[in-house]
C-alpha cells in the first residue's frame, strides 16, 4: 500500500503553535511495538484468580442442570458462581433508564436467551484449571423452538432507530413522484449478521479495596464515565469508589462502548471470592453478549425526470433486534441528506429473535445503508444511461434535503472530482463487461459516496501550566488504536501555546475529566475541543496575570491583546516584547494555574446547519469468468472531513475505513443455524475478514476543508465514514466487470457463476 500524506498547510486553521497539522506517529507506538503497552488482560495481580466463562450451546430455552460437583473437584477451582449464589446487584440487569445501556445476561436466572450466553462462571487459581472446571460443568437444557433470521416472527416499527432517531421519515410525496418518474429502479439488499470481532477480546481485571466498597478495574472501554456510573448504579456503590484504567484497547469499533455483562460477570466473580479476578473472553465467546451488527433487507425505490434527474427516493430496511432489548440499526437512514430529491421516504421495520443484541459497530446505519443506497444509485444511472459520477454530480444535495438546513461545510464536489481524477475515471466504458486484463479477467470500476454525520458528545479536560513553563492536559480520553491520544496531545500543544514535549497529556483513566465516548467518529471533535477550550481559558489566566502587572513587558496589552507561543505570550502589536510562561508565574508566586473546558456542540449552530463529512471512493475488481472469484485490485478515496489534526492517523483510519468496505462488500458474515440458533462461525478462522493479500493498492486523498460552524477548531470524524461508500464502490465495479448487480452481502462466487456466459 502506497499513499500520500498531505499536510494542512491553511496557516488560518493554526491558532497558537504549530502540532496540529503534522504527521506525528502514535505517541505509545514504541510501547505497543516492543510488547511494553499493557493491555487490560495483561494484568497480574496478587493473589488473582482467573475466571472463565461457561456460556449456553442453545439459543432458547432455560438451564436445568449444571454438574457444579464435578467442576468444585477439578483442582484448582475455586468457585462456580451460578445465578444460586451470584452476588446481588442494586439495579436490574434488565432495566433501562436511557438509550446507551445494554441491558445484560449476568446469571440473574436460568433463562437462555441466545447462544453464547453466560450460564455459569468458574473461578480457580489458574486460568488451566477454570478453563477444564467449566467444561465440566456438562449443563442440561429445556430447549424451544429458536427463532432466527429476518423472517422469524411478526414484524413492528420501533419507537427509535439507532440513538434516538425516528423510524419513520417522509418528506414530499414519494408515491406519486415514483408513479410519474421516466425512470424507475426497484432492487432489494440483504446484509447478514456481523460481529466487532476486534483483536483484543473484552477483559477485566476486578479488585475489590478495603472493606469491599471501593473497585479498582482494569478493562477496555470506549466510555469511562459511562461505564463507571453503569457499574456504580449495578454495584450499588458510588462513582467516585470506582477506579478504572484504561490505557490500550486493541480495537473497540463500538462493542467496548458499553458495559458488557462479561465485564460485570468479573466484578461480581471478584466479589464472590473476595480476591482479585481476571476475566478474559474466549474468541468464540464474543458471538452473543457483546453486540453485533444485525443482518437487514433493505428496499430501494427510487424515480427520475427523464434527464435523470432525482424526483424520489424511498428506503425501507428490515432489521433484527434480540428478545430483551431495542437497538435497532438506523439502516435506512443514509438516504436522509446525500442526494437531492424532492421526494424522500425513509422507514424502519425490525423483528425480535434470539440474538444477542445488536449495538453500533463502525458506522451503524450507514455502513449496511450506504451499500445498499450506492447499489441502486448505480442502477438508477444506468437505467438514465448515465455515468455513475454524472450522476452523482448531477444530483447530490447541497442542502439537507429532508431537514432543509444548508450543510456547515462542504466539498462533496471536490471529493467527486480529485477521486476521479486521481482514479482515472474518464477512462471507463458506459457499458459492463468491456474490459479484460491480459490473463482475461473481467475488470471493472465502480464508484460509491460516503458521508457520515458530524457529531459532538460532552467533554471536559483540565488545563495546568506549572512555573516551570510546562503544561499538563488531562482528559479520560480512549485511545482504540486509532491515535486519538496523539491527535489530542497535539491539539494540547497549541491549545497551551507549548511545543509537545513541554506538554503531558494524561488519559485513559476515570478519575480524570469526563471525556466522552470514543464513538460516533466524534471523539477527536468532542475531547479536542474540551482541550482547546481549557487550554485557552488557563492562556487566559496566565495573560490576565501579565497584562495586568506593571512589572510584565506585556501590561496594559489585555487578554485579547497577547498571542501564546512557544511557551510564551507576546504582544500581538510588537511580538519582540514577550515573556516566558515561567517568568509570569514566577512572578506572580504561582506554582502552577489551572482551568477547565468544555467540548459540547453548539446550539444555534445545530439548529441551523447540517453537519456532515464527505467523500467518493472508486475501486477497480477483477472477476475470474470462469469461476466468479472476485479480487480488488486497487481503490481511491477522497474524504473531506474538516480539518485534519494528524494526516497519519488520518490516513491509517480511512484506509482501515475503506478495507472494512471491501470486508463488508465480500467477506464477512455470521452463519448462523436456523435449527439451533447458533452461530457456525464464530472464530477468526471461518468468520471471514480481508488479510493482507485482500488489500489492494489503496490511496487517500484528503480535500481541504474548513468548518467554521462544527466546532472551534472545525474537527469533524474520520472514523467512520471510510467504510461508506466503500462498500458500493466494490459492489458497483463487481457489476461493471460482470453485468451481474449484486442483491446480497457479501457477494459469493455462486452470484457470479454465470458471468462467463454473457
Ligand atoms: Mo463506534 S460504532 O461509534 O465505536
Excluded at 246 to 266: A, N, W, Y
Excluded at 567 to 589: M, N, P, Q, T, V
Excluded at 640 to 648: Q, S, T, V
Amino acid at each position: 500500500m502506497t499513499s500520500q500524506i498531505p499536510l494542512t498547510r491553511d496557516p488560518a486553521h493554526v491558532r497558537h503553535g504549530s502540532n496540529i497539522g503534522q504527521p506525528l506517529t502514535r505517541r505509545e507506538g514504541v510501547l505497543k511495538v516492543t510488547g511494553a503497552a499493557r493491555y487490560a488482560a495483561d494484568n497480574h495481580l496478587p493473589r488473582m484468580l482467573h475466571a472463565v466463562m461457561a456460556v449456553s450451546s442453545i439459543a432458547r430455552g432455560r438451564v436445568t442442570s449444571l454438574d457444579i460437583t464435578s467442576a468444585k473437584r477439578h483442582p484448582g477451582v475455586v468457585e462456580v458462581m451460578t445465578p444460586q449464589n451470584r452476588p446481588p446487584l442494586a439495579d436490574d440487569p434488565d432495566a433501562k433508564t436511557n438509550p446507551f445501556m445494554f441491558r445484560m445476561d449476568v446469571l440473574q436466572n436460568d433463562k437462555v436467551r441466545y447462544a453464547n450466553q453466560p450460564i455459569a462462571v468458574v473461578i480457580a487459581e489458574t486460568l488451566e484449571a477454570a478453563t477444564e472446571g467449566a467444561a465440566l460443568l456438562a449443563p442440561c437444557y429445556e430447549t424451544e423452538a429458536v427463532r432466527v433470521g429476518l423472517d422469524a416472527a411478526e414484524s413492528f416499527v420501533p419507537a427509535a432507530v439507532g440513538v434516538g432517531h425516528p423510524a419513520m421519515v417522509q418528506h414530499g410525496d414519494v408515491e406519486s413522484a415514483l408513479a410519474s418518474a421516466a425512470h424507475r429502479i426497484d432492487a432489494t439488499y440483504e446484509t447478514q449478521a456481523q460481529y466487532h470481532n476486534a483483536m483484543e477480546p473484552h477483559a477485566i481485571v476486578a479488585a475489590w479495596d478495603g472493606d469491599g466498597d471501593s473497585l479498582s478495574i482494569d478493562t477496555p472501554s470506549q466510555g469511562l464515565a459511562m461505564a463507571q456510573g453503569r457499574i456504580a448504579g449495578l454495584l450499588g456503590i458510588s462513582p467516585d469508589k470506582i477506579h478504572i484504567r484504561s490505557p490500550f484497547l486493541g480495537g473497540g469499533f463500538g462493542s467496548k462502548g458499553l458495559m458488557s455483562g462479561p465485564q460485570i460477570l468479573g466484578i461480581l466473580a471478584a466479589r464472590l471470592v473476595g480476591r482479585p479476578v481476571k476475566l478474559v473472553l474466549r474468541r468464540e465467546h464474543m458471538y452473543g453478549p457483546v453486540g453485533h451488527r444485525p443482518p437487514s433487507r433493505q428496499r430501494l425505490r427510487i424515480g427520475t425526470a427523464g434527464d435523470g434527474q432525482l424526483a424520489a427516493i424511498d428506503h425501507h430496511a428490515k432489521v433484527t433486534t434480540s428478545t430483551f432489548d431495542d437497538f435497532y440499526e438506523p439502516a435506512a437512514n443514509a438516504s436522509h441528506s446525500l442526494y437531492a430529491s424532492p421526494a424522500i421516504a425513509i422507514s424502519h421495520e425490525a423483528v425480535r429473535i434470539d440474538t444477542g443484541t445488536p449495538l453500533f459497530m463502525r458506522a451503524p446505519g450507514e455502513a449496511p445503508g450506504s451499500i445498499a443506497l450506492e447499489s441502486a444509485i448505480d442502477e438508477m444511472a444506468e437505467a438514465c444511461r448515465l455515468d455513475p459520477l454524472a450522476f452523482r454530480l448531477k444530483n447530490y444535495a447541497d442542502v439537507e434535503p429532508v431537514s432543509g438546513k444548508p450543510f456547515s461545510s462542504k466539498a462533496l464536489r471536490e471529493c467527486y472530482v480529485q477521486g476521479a481524477e486521481r482514479f482515472g475515471w474518464s477512462k471507463r466504458p458506459l457499458s459492463p463487461r468491456r474490459m479484460r486484463d491480459d490473463d482475461g479477467f473481467l475488470v471493472g470500476w465502480g464508484m460509491g459516496t460516503a458521508t457520515f454525520p458530524a457529531l459532538m458528545f460532552a467533554a471536559e479536560a483540565r488545563a495546568v501550566l506549572k512555573a516551570d513553563g510546562s503544561g499538563v492536559m488531562e482528559t479520560g480520553a480512549h485511545d482504540m488504536g486509532q491515535g486519538a491520544w496523539t491527535a489530542l496531545a497535539q491539539i494540547a500543544g497549541d491549545s497551551l501555546g507549548l511545543d509537545l514535549n513541554r506538554v503531558t497529556f494524561k488519559a485513559g483513566t476515570s478519575d480524570l475529566p469526563d471525556a466522552g465516548i470514543a464513538g460516533g467518529s466524534a471523539h477527536t471533535a468532542t475531547a479536542g475541543s474540551a482541550i482547546h477550550h481549557a487550554g485557552a481559558a488557563v492562556i487566559a489566566k496566565l495573560a490576565e496575570l501579565a497584562t495586568s502587572d506593571q512589572r510584565s513587558p506585556l501590561f496594559g496589552a489585555g487578554n485579547a491583546g497577547v498571542v501564546a507561543r512557544d511557551g510564551c505570550l507576546h504582544r500581538r502589536d510588537d511580538e519582540s516584547r514577550s515573556e516566558s510562561y515561567a517568568d509570569i508565574l514566577k512572578r506572580a508566586g504561582r506554582a502552577e494555574i489551572e482551568a477547565r473546558g468544555n467540548g459540547v456542540p453548539d446550539p444555534a449552530a445545530q439548529a441551523n446547519y447540517a453537519m456532515r463529512a464527505h467523500g467518493a471512493v472508486f475501486a477497480e475488481v477483477k472477476v475470474d469468468p470462469d469461476l466468479g472469484q472476485i479480487r480488488v485490485t486497487r481503490m481511491v478515496g477522497a474524504f473531506a472531513a474538516g480539518r485534519i489534526i494528524n494526516p497519519r492517523m488520518v490516513q491509517s483510519q480511512l484506509l482501515g475505513g475503506m478495507i472494512w468496505g471491501i470486508s463488508f462488500a465480500l467477506h464477512e458474515q455470521a452463519i448462523i443455524d436456523h435449527r439451533s440458533g447458533r452461530i457456525l462461525n464464530g472464530n477468526l478462522a471461518d468468520y471471514h475478514v480481508p488479510v493482507n493479500a485482500d488489500v489492494p493498492h489503496m490511496e487517500t486523498l484528503t480535500i481541504d476543508e474548513y468548518d467554521p460552524h462544527v466546532n472551534a477548531l472545525g474537527i469533524k470524524g474520520v472514523g467512520e465514514i471510510g467504510i461508506t461508500g466503500s462498500a458500493g464502490a466494490v459492489a458497483n465495479a463487481v457489476w461493471h466487470a460482470s453485468g451481474i448487480r449484486p442483491r446480497r452481502f457479501p457477494i459469493r462466487i455462486e452470484d457470479l457463476v454465470n458471468s462467463a456466459s454473457n
